[in-house]
């Protein structure tokens, strides 16, 4: 029976029997209420603003259930945010099986599912800009704002306050485990709403922790803590590269029975580990050591947490990115430093950060504690090593030569984890912005925008010298909205009390799409279809409205600031003009300079715009041209620890080409770009893609787990003509460089001495081998399908200078292994003259 079944009858709708319904559901679940639970709930039925402030473990998620419920119940539309879309879709299946699917939607800005329901969940800015589009009349009864201490995040902070500014008759549960002092909110959220607002904390966790300070090497305190039974343990690092590492080292350590790693490898079973770190991570977890960190393909990331769900994983190596609402059971926490580096400098932990990693030792129901382990210093361990050796002779100690800290390092010691332990979690920090989405948002609703205007930059969280930057920004903006002819002053109120208003056409919900989707849509007119490069064109149009991938970014001018050094020294070039001219050398920006005029262009008329920097760059576009697949490609780049953004990225720039590229525009390259991008992030790891579509369109049973789908390459015919295709054009474009050794890895059986040999003939024949856009075409690729053998006869021509396309690669595709493998598997049989 769902929640929704539960709601009382009639008009018995009071806060009474709204408690009662859903204490009753709880109950048949054999879940008993903690005191915090209860008094949150009972103050949520009675419908005061609520502050939820109790530690990891403690069921908030059951109180922002009941706020949900007693919406309902009350006929108000219910929002749940949260932080990141990942999080939000998991919270939507979750009240899917609670409430019934009719009764729950979704909002990303990029998914809407059921937009219309009483329950939305919905990323901070969803909210935030349904706030400022409607304001006091937005149709919002509850607000649930999980995660809240992102509130002081220094770019996306603002998306947590808007709600509480402009939402001044909808009732609030704002809740973290890390709130720190929030009398302010009480005071302001009363103020605003006209409601009382409860603060419920609670330091008493459900599952209590116990802290150790340990100067034992790692390796030791590890071997430990497993014989002392507390796994599974959870080894929190600073970097992706440490956690590595560890994993790595820990290989030594014997932390699984044969049984157990028997049951692993049937929970694996036929789990594809297609990239060279997924090979390591087969290692590690068939070990019963995890790693976890942002950068892992998503599959990877639900393996190990699937693993470690069900008991198997001794041992997780991870950074701090479990602290974000990831659902992995731990027992024990061991921190392998207590400071990091936060981009700008190595500093030591915040409290709120200390607090949001260590909650997650001791799981309720199955743990009765939790343990919190920190690691001193590794000089501070070898000199206690050093000590323990010498005994207790004074002489012996005093010979001792003790390590010293390495230059720059930003130290602690036991008083600095016993001082995290008591700490609150800093006040959180206002993070108001102003922007053109917000100045037109207000001016397009009903009523006077000067006072609605005037009361959101006077009346916010920011002292007064900030709201004096926030107003001067405002005026600025408004009058480049009215240089710029977008907006106008009306010298009467309108009927709906305007004085102001908006003269162009907003496409609907504008602030809350990919913001510079009309600016693609507007270039993609300019463009010449009858280019040969007009399909990879509209591909750089949509990549430059993307988000910067930082890491693949700065990977790509790495390399090209490598290969441009090789070539200045082959030149003769002196060092101290080597350095100048690597300044320009940066990583590829195709139409740079043709979308740069085009978004001034289009700025003028959409000031709005001007908040979204265009960011012209190649990443898909790079990978097609080079003709990689997903494996190569990071090898390409080394990118081996940030795959998964590499994969994120993709998935993103194949769901934006699919949403903003009209059909009308389409043309056969572009359709067989579009469809070799999307087969290829599915067979990489198809969760993303699998996630996206189920949204889009939900199944029948949407709290179904998405597990690992792997689908036959073969079985989309055109994007794996075009993956042929680009296997055979890889292999031209290394011939044409003459990187046979490159070659040789991709052939073996052809080897390196193969491919010297016809090449070398082919340039007796030809001064030059082509790689144009011609050279790639389907015109010059020749399949002969033989089912009946399960294989595809191919030949590639090359593009030779005369045009007589005399010469060529004679190959098989073996369609079996390209379903298992997920990419075209590929067998040369000759390079020769046709």
Sequence with gaps: MSLTDQLPSGDDLGPDSLFEAFERWVS?????????QEEALIEVVSGANVILSTPTGSGKSLVAAGALFAALGRDQVGFYTAPIKALVSEKFFDLCEMFGRENVG???????????????????EVLANMALRDGADADVGVVVMDEFHFYAEPERGWAWQIPLLELPRAQFLLMSATLGDVEFFQKDLTRRTGRPTALVSSAERPVPLIYDYRVTPLHETIEELLAERKAPIYLVHFTQAAAIERAQSLMSINVCTKEEKARIADLIGGFRFTTKFGRNLSRFVRHGIGVHHAGMLPKYRRLVERLAQAGLLKVICGTDTLGVGVNVPIRT??????????????RRLRAREFHQIAGRAGRAGFDTVGYVVAQAPEHVVENEKALAKAGDDPKKRRKVQRKKAPEGFVGWDEETFVKLQSAEPEMLRSRFQVSHAMLLSVIARPGNAFQAMRRL??????????????????????RSLLAGGVVETLPEPDEQGRYARITVDLQEDFALNQPLSTFALATFEILDPGSPSYALDVLSVIEATLDDPRQILAAQENKAR?????????????????????????????LEEELGAAYEIYRAGHPWVGDHPLSPK???????????????????????RAEGLVLRYLSGAYKALQQTVPESIKNDDLIDLIEWLGELVRQVDSSLLDEWEQLANPSADPAEAIEERVTRVTANARAFRVLVRNALFRRVELAALEHYRELAELDPEFGEAGWRAAMDAYYD??????????ARGPKL??????????LWRVRQVFDDPAGDHDWGISAEVDLAGSDQAGEAVVRVLAVDRL
Aim: glycine share 6%; hydrophobic share 40%.
């Design 457 to 478: 930059l006077t009346d916010n969280h920011e002292d007064r010298a900030a709201q004096r930057r926030h107003i001067s920004r405002a005026i600025a903006i408004y």
């Design 781 to 790: 690729l020749q399949i002969e399908e033989v089912p009946a053998d399960g």
């Design 765 to 774: 024949e030809h001064d030059e081998l082509l790689t144009g856009p011609d």
């Design 618 to 640: 190649s990443v898909v576009r790079d990978m097609y041209e080079r003709a990689m697949t997903f494996v190569e490609y990071i090898g390409y780049y080394e990118l081996a």
């Design 106 to 124: 979704m909002m990303t800005g990029d998914a809407s599912v059921n937009a219309d329901a009483p329950i939305i969940c919905c990323t901070a």
């Design 28 to 36: 048949e679940r054999g879940i008993a209420l903690y005191p915090a």
């Design 562 to 590: 490598g290969i441009a050094v090789q070539e200045m020294k082959s030149e003769g070039i002196e060092y101290e003009e080597r350095m100048e001219l690597l300044q320009d050398v940066t990583y590829p920006r195709p």
């Design 333 to 346: 926490v061991v921190f392998t430093a207590l400071s990091k580096y936060d981009g700008h400098r190595v």
